[in-house]
């Protein structure tokens, strides 16, 4: 059992930054891959970025690619999105996720067993 909470949403400008936390609970946390997605009003929840269990991989998805950077910090249990050059289509409701896979959840919400509540992003233009 894996419990998460998101922290570190907000409103800022385009072209800002924000660093969202995940935190984590449970003794498997260093184990597992964990991920981002987020959700646009109206629209489907979509992958953003994942991280294996010891942070040596990463995968992003094009639209955040070279300006979103996850991370992970296992001995603090907490995961990382340092998000740079903001555009007000970031604007979502930003969900951390773990799944009970080492390497990678995949693209798809359905890889993933744990949920935390979500925190808002409102990038302005």
């Known amino acids: 059992q894996v419990e998460v909470v998101e922290s570190g949403g907000g409103l800022v400008q385009a072209g800002e930054s924000l660093r969202l936390s995940c935190a984590a609970s449970?003794?498997?946390?260093?184990?597992?891959?964990m991920a981002w997605f987020r959700q646009a009003a109206g629209k489907e929840r979509e992958f953003v970025a994942g991280i294996s269990w010891s942070g040596g991989s990463t995968v992003y998805a094009d639209s955040v690619k070279g300006r979103f950077t996850i991370s992970r910090d296992n001995a603090k249990s907490t995961v990382y999105l340092e998000m740079n050059s903001l555009k007000p289509e970031d604007t979502a409701v930003y969900y951390c996720a773990a799944t009970s896979r080492a390497y990678f959840g995949g693209t798809s919400p359905q890889g993933y067993d744990y949920w935390g509540q979500g925190t808002q992003v409102s990038v302005s233009s």
């Open positions: 449970g003794r498997t946390f260093s184990s597992i891959a």
